[in-house]
């Protein structure tokens, strides 16, 4: 039996998703398709524009067959620890054959030489790398030019290291091969405009256009067009209740927990150096906002999406001490469920069967299938989704959505 395994956020779910779903599907033959999401927040370091169950919603209704949530410690991590958990994840449930992912050039055989260059990491590469580094690039750059200098031939595929898509998609084939993975990466080539692009109109627009239109007040109307019916008329619903999450509905929590730590720094924290974090304590007299923030500390060896990822990690309370006990537990030592479609009930049966770790459908249950660092890992994940929805009910005006008693998706 072919199955399927996708990696995505979801948000929101748009045309794009739903096309890659379906081609995918052509290409390999699969029956299922098995997808990990990130939860209530993403790899930008930003909570989604709307809760992990009504993007499970949105997905299972239009070809999704499983969507397991993908823990924080990896959702809101750099690029190889987004793949790596996401892969791990996938790969331990011993049914999926088949990673699909979307792409800017469609083309999987370069993504995978250029994956076997990271992974084997020639000390001329590596030795490059650093000097870019010391000249002040970011780190993406720097892996850039260092792949160039020594790879002459990838000159002419330069555009494909600044796209975002591109670049997990290499992140991705690279945790398949460092973990001698039998999965088969298969990509499909993204249509219509890239990630960038900020125009809702389209009807394969970016889901990132969608997130800055509402963002901005604009009408809704436009969801119709460039989302799944089902899908757009979810997240209206959604958007009734809170609005749109955004980055500045964190701001008076990451306000407190700034406050409260600067006197011990923050360093512990995933991602953080103590270059950042001194940077942090220096200007927190000039705090105004998350988004006003990052734009202050930004500089230009560091971006603003990962000085985002690490004031959300401090805020979410994600150590480097968490990613160490990961890498221990061969990165994801659960699948909890958000979500399946009855008709697909045989695939559940499947990996239960065949899994290397515990599939979660009940929270209450955890307790019973989990060893101790597992379970650490789940409360951790309970703990960053009740977070969300505490800043979600303050939006809408309600009582926060309980995170273990909220019921799976079923469709």
Do not use: W
């Amino acid at each position: 039996m072919k199955v399927n395994g996708i990696i995505a956020e979801y948000n929101p779910f748009h045309n794009g998703h739903k096309y890659q779903l379906t081609q995918a599907l052509k290409c390999t033959g699969a029956r299922y398709t098995v997808v990990v999401m990130s939860g209530n927040f993403v790899q930008r370091g930003a909570p989604a524009l709307t809760d992990k169950f009504a993007r499970a919603r949105m997905a299972l209704e239009n070809g999704a067959d499983l969507v397991l949530e993908l823990p924080s410690l990896f959702a809101t991590a750099s690029a190889e620890y987004f793949a790596t958990g996401a892969v791990s994840l996938i790969d331990q449930l011993g049914v999926v054959t088949d990673l699909c992912f979307g792409s800017e050039c469609g083309d999987a055989e370069l993504l995978t030489q250029i994956a076997h260059i990271l992974l084997d990491e020639p000390p001329a590469f590596v030795n490059s790398l650093r000097q870019y580094l010391r000249q002040g690039l970011s780190y993406p750059n720097a892996r850039t030019e260092a792949l160039i200098q020594n790879y002459p031939f990838l000159n002419q595929y330069k555009g494909v290291f600044s796209s975002p898509n591109n670049i997990l998609g290499i992140e991705y084939i690279r945790a398949i091969l460092k973990s001698n993975s039998s999965l088969s990466p298969v990509t499909i080539q993204r249509r219509g405009p890239g990630y960038h692009s900020r125009l809702p109109e389209e009807e394969h627009c970016s889901a990132l256009a969608i997130r800055q239109a509402l963002y901005s007040g604009a009408d809704e109307s436009f969801l119709h067009s460039s989302m799944p019916e089902s899908a757009a008329s979810i997240l209206s619903e959604q958007l009734k209740k809170t609005g749109a999450m955004r980055s500045n509905d964190l701001s008076d929590v990451l306000y407190y927990k700034l406050t409260m730590e600067k006197e011990t720094g923050y360093e512990k924290y995933l991602d953080v150096s103590s270059d950042l974090s001194d940077r942090i304590c220096r200007h927190m007299d000039e705090f105004h906002s998350f988004d006003g923030f990052c734009d202050l500390l930004k500089t230009k060896e560091m971006t603003y999406t990962r000085i985002s990822r690490c004031l959300l990690h401090i805020l979410l309370d994600i150590k480097k001490s968490d990613m160490e006990r990961a890498k221990a537990m061969g990165y994801t030592p659960y699948a909890r469920v958000l979500g399946f479609r009855r008709a697909s009930s045989p695939l559940l049966g499947e990996i239960k069967e065949h899994a290397d770790i515990p599939l979660v459908t009940k929270l209450a249950d955890a307790a019973s299938v989990l060893g101790k660092s597992a379970l650490d890992m789940l409360s951790q994940n309970i703990q960053i989704g009740q977070i969300y929805n505490g800043i979600a009910s303050h939006k809408s005006g309600t009582a926060p959505a309980n995170e273990i008693s909220t019921p799976i998706v079923i469709v």
